[in-house]
């Protein structure tokens, strides 16, 4: 990529660089590269001359030399965008693509009307896998050129390849079934990508006599990360009944586990802390006064590293939600509600399942809650301060509740936040005849997003289903919307994925017209609990799959 100038009147210098200009596009690489030396000559420092220049010599096969040009033009003129997807096209030469990455949003980020500079993005993100990230390239290309037929070729291409099994990830099936490493059956609830790309999943297994936690890693092509516990997994054993139900990283690598362990006939809510290389670190239980029932859903992990547990206790007539804090060596957080615990009693059922936390500190805890006057759930999200309290600036005293028609069961199962503050909220609402998968999306202070989906609320029930669930959601860099879930066709319990706009809308390029279907080699039923967002943009997803004969630890990723 050149750079041309037509000023009138011309000095000697520009004069050079325009002949140069000529010449270089009609191929005259030789006399192109005299004409920008000359210009040189008279004016050492022109920024336009030398990465002119480079472009010559890296078409003559001189990449070292054209760099020096690139760098030297950049350091001159650092507004100025052409230099940088120069440089970042050597680099991609060299194989450094990662280099080679930053260096065209760079330019991108100084001219984001440079096509050529979206076009190679585009192309690096693309050979990355990338392909949520490289189609958004080539449609910011499109928004100002939309009749290259190229770039549309491109775009097809790309978009066709979203909402794909992924053959890089256990090549070339794009999906693992794993055996209970006890015999019997295993089930993937949650699952979360780390920095480096290792994928951690926890669940649990039962070989018939007893349940023990399972949380076991995968490195990014999905073989067993063998520096990980025991040839990449390890169980906790308390007792002859214990069951994983959330997942989370810690800052420091460190892995968060919450669910419970059944003592004394009496379940209690546990939380395990395991060291990156899977050997256990700490663990929490917490037991209500008396004969009473204590489960975690979910969890998530603060920037401080202080943890935050949510679920419900039940005392045998009717169930509060819960949320604990603890320090991250799981004692409890003595600023945090009541000695570390924040009861939500709303009169009647009260549980939840998941919790998200901001960089300031601001909790959503999601679940359900049965209003008084009716029999079933609705919908509940709950805001509260950093320290515990209901929030009475978010939604009424702190508390939002949804209910899709009439007395029926409503659930929010998972909650995440986008950066700019908005709540996403997935889960499932009956409408009297069949179970649908709900997502809401709110406003940081609690109140509807009207501008997503119908006033906030998107519902979706597939056609040909008998019911659908959504279990999991998170949200893109892009501010697209992924979801996990079970759709049963009447036959058997199908593990699905569905992807939707940052409007609501299905994204019909993603898998068949926004749904991909996994299709696992035994009759089912397979489900789709947990998924996780890689930087890349892929989308890894666990559940479990039934091979005919037991149920396995599902995973897989969808480019």
């Known amino acids: 990529m050149i750079d041309q100038h037509k000023p009138q009147p011309q000095s000697p210098t520009l004069r050079h660089i325009n002949r140069g200009a000529i010449l270089h596009v009609n191929g005259d690489l030789e006399g192109a590269r005299e004409q920008y030396e000359q210009a040189l000559s008279l004016e050492p420092a022109n920024a336009t001359a030398l990465n002119n220049l480079g472009f010559v010599l890296a078409q003559q096969g001189q990449l070292s030399e054209a760099m020096q040009c690139y760098e030297r033009a950049i350091a001159l003129a650092p507004e100025r965008s052409t230099a940088y997807s120069n440089l970042g096209n050597a680099y991609a030469l060299l194989a450094d693509y990662e280099r080679a990455l930053q260096l065209q949003r760079e330019a991108i980020k100084r001219d984001p009307a440079n096509l050529t500079a979206l076009d190679n993005l585009a192309q690096l993100l693309m050979r990355a896998g990338q392909y949520a990230e490289a189609a958004a ?75 023990v936690i399972l949380v076991l890693r995968r490195l990014p092509d999905g073989s067993p990360d063998e520096s990980f516990g025991q040839a990449g997994h390890v169980l906790f054993e308390m007792s002859t009944d214990q069951r994983a139900l959330g997942l989370a990283l810690g800052p420091d690598g460190s892995i968060y586990v919450a669910g419970y362990v059944r003592l004394d006939g009496f379940r209690d809510i546990l939380v395990l802390k395991f060291q990156p290389s899977g050997e256990l670190d700490r663990t929490h239980v917490h037991s209500s006064p008396g004969t009473f029932t204590d489960i975690a859903f979910g969890l998530a992990v603060q920037a401080d590293g202080r943890v935050l547990v949510v679920g419900e206790h039940s005392n045998g007539s009717d169930q509060d939600l819960v ?39 601001r909790i959503v805890a999601v679940g359900a809650h049965v209003p008084q006057g009716q029999t079933k759930e609705n919908l509940l999200v709950l805001g509260l301060t950093a320290d515990g309290r209901l929030d009475p600036d978010f939604a009424t005293n702190g508390v939002f509740t949804y209910g899709l028609e009439g007395d029926n069961s409503d659930y929010a199962n998972f909650v995440d936040l986008q950066p700019d503050g908005r709540i996403v909220v997935a889960g499932s609402a009956h409408d009297g005849q069949a179970f649908k998968i709900v997502l809401l999306r709110l406003h940081a202070d609690g109140a509807l997003d009207t501008g997503f989906g119908d006033q906030g609320v998107v519902v979706f029930r597939d056609s040909a289903a008998v019911f659908d669930y959504a279990y999991g959601v998170a949200v893109q860099n892009n501010g697209r919307i992924v979801l996990a879930g079970v759709s049963n066709d009447g036959v058997a319990d199908k593990a699905v994925v569905l992807r939707f706009e940052s409007n609501g809308s299905l994204d019909t390029g993603f898998g068949n017209q926004g749904t991909f279907v996994f299709s696992g080699p035994g009759p089912g039923p397979d489900r789709a609990h947990g998924l996780d967002i890689q930087k890349d943009g892929n989308i890894v997803v666990t559940g479990y799959a039934n091979d005919g004969q037991a149920n396995e630890i599902l995973v897989f990723r969808l480019r």
Do not use: C, M
């Open 137 to 211: 390239a080539w449609q910011q290309y499109l928004h100002q050129q939309p009749a290259d037929a190229r770039i549309l070729t491109s775009l097809a291409i790309v978009q066709a390849a979203q909402g794909r099994l992924d053959d890089s990830f256990n090549p070339p099936d794009g999906f693992l079934l794993l055996e209970s490493p006890i015999g019997g059956q295993a089930v993937g609830v949650e699952t979360a990508v780390q920095p480096d790309g290792r994928i951690v999943v926890a669940g649990y297994a039962n070989d018939g006599t007893k349940t």
């Open 323 to 361: 949320v604990l804090r603890l320090d991250a060596d799981l004692v409890p957080d003595p600023t945090f509600g009541q000695n570390g615990l924040v009861t939500f009693n709303g009169g009647g059922q009260d549980k939840g399942f998941a919790v998200a936390v901001d960089d300031n500190g």
